[in-house]
């Protein structure tokens, strides 16, 4: 079945880096791309962007341009997210999904980053 | 703030009926662009229970059912049970002037009494 298993938690201290990767199985990895999805403590889900498998084109949400990169590696059929100079507004659990046309099914578990001094 | 406005809450007894709107613009939902909605339940990964604005996914229940008109959507569960008390989120997309973006709804919880 179609799975995404996301790694684990970090811990980070603010205006570093943090690298979430997100591993596919299940299914033809370049048939489909990825969205990167966050929720904040007590928020709502914010989209952060996609990435097409197929020839790398992103899409990043206004808000996060110049601060986030979307990445894939075909060889190991594994989608990554780099989020840079973080706050402590960007403490939240950090979601990927699978993208068809314009929805998201199915989604990773989720990686809790936390943003702290 | 989100382009997709959601109320923040609904309830609705056992077996009941429970509809939640998602208002959008002539820049997302009232320029044709699909809406989709998610189920979140808390500490797990959001779940897609509508794409294209009515259909289900295998294994979503008849029972919950998509609708779009105009610049809004709806979902609606009907025989409201206890493990449909979740945070409920449409989607869609946005183009604007000032950009094309992914957008969620502001989210809607879901009560059951």
């Known amino acids: 079945q179609v799975q995404l298993v996301q790694s684990g938690a970090e811990v980070k201290k603010p205006g570093a880096s943090v690298k979430v990767s997100c591993k596919a199985s299940g299914y033809t990895f370049t048939s489909y791309g990825f969205a990167w999805v966050r929720q904040a403590p007590g928020q709502g889900l914010e989209w952060m962007g996609r990435?097409?498998?197929?020839?790398?084109?992103?899409n990043y949400a206004r808000k996060f341009q110049g601060r986030v990169t979307m990445t894939t590696d075909t060889s190991t059929s594994t989608a990554y997210l780099e989020l840079r100079s973080l706050k402590s507004d960007d403490t939240a659990i950090y979601y990927c999904?699978?993208?068809?046309?314009?929805?998201?099914?199915?989604w990773g578990q989720g990686t809790l980053v936390t943003v702290s001094s | 703030q989100s382009v997709l406005t959601q109320p923040p809450s609904v309830s609705g007894a056992l077996g009941q009926r429970v509809t939640i709107s998602c208002t959008g613009s002539s820049s997302n939902i009232g320029a044709g662009y699909e809406v989709h909605w998610y189920q979140k339940l808390p500490g797990t990964a959001p779940k897609l229970l509508i794409y294209?604005?009515?259909n289900r996914p295998s294994g979503v229940p008849e029972r919950i059912s998509g609708s779009k008109s105009g610049t809004s959507a709806s979902l609606a569960i009907t025989g409201l049970q206890a493990e449909d008390e979740a945070d409920y989120y449409c989607q869609s997309y946005d183009s604007s002037l000032s950009g094309s973006f992914y957008v969620f709804g502001t989210g809607t919880k879901v009560t059951v009494l």
């Open positions: 990435i097409s498998t197929y020839n790398g084109n992103t």
């Open positions: 294209g604005n009515n």
């Open positions: 999904a699978r993208t068809t046309s314009t929805w998201v099914d199915p």
